[in-house]
């Protein structure tokens, strides 16, 4: 098993930036990848970014240029880094990890931009 714990989310003025923090139970190493996801209120989960092997990663358009997802390995951890932040990025942010068939989430934390 794996469990996925976040942290960093909080109330921020728009422009303003959030570091979001995932630590795995264990080594991330040998994840096939890790990500982050978002839910906003009456809305669907949408996929964020994504990190896996040698360090690759992919972003959604709607935040491509303003956010950068990173991962150290000696900690375990997956992190988002969001600069820039608009209203409209308020949501839940959740991490997700896949290892083979399987597919681990953590239980979220909340991101709300607003002044």
């Known amino acids: 098993q794996l469990q996925l714990v976040e942290s960093g989310g909080g109330l921020v003025q728009p422009g303003g930036s959030l570091r979001l923090s995932c630590a795995a139970s264990?080594?991330?190493?040998?994840?096939?990848?890790m990500g982050w996801y978002r839910q906003a209120p009456g809305k669907e989960r949408e996929w964020v970014a994504t990190i896996a092997s040698f360090a690759y990663s992919d972003y959604a358009d709607s935040v491509k240029g303003r956010c950068t997802i990173s991962r150290d390995t000696a900690k375990n951890t997956v992190y988002l880094q969001m600069n820039s932040l608009k209203p409209e990025d308020t949501a839940v942010y959740y991490c997700?990890?896949?290892?083979?068939?399987?597919?681990?989430w953590g239980q979220g934390t909340q991101v709300t931009v607003s002044a």
């Open positions: 997700n990890a896949l290892q083979g068939a399987s597919d681990y």
């Open positions: 264990r080594s991330i190493s040998s994840l096939n990848r």
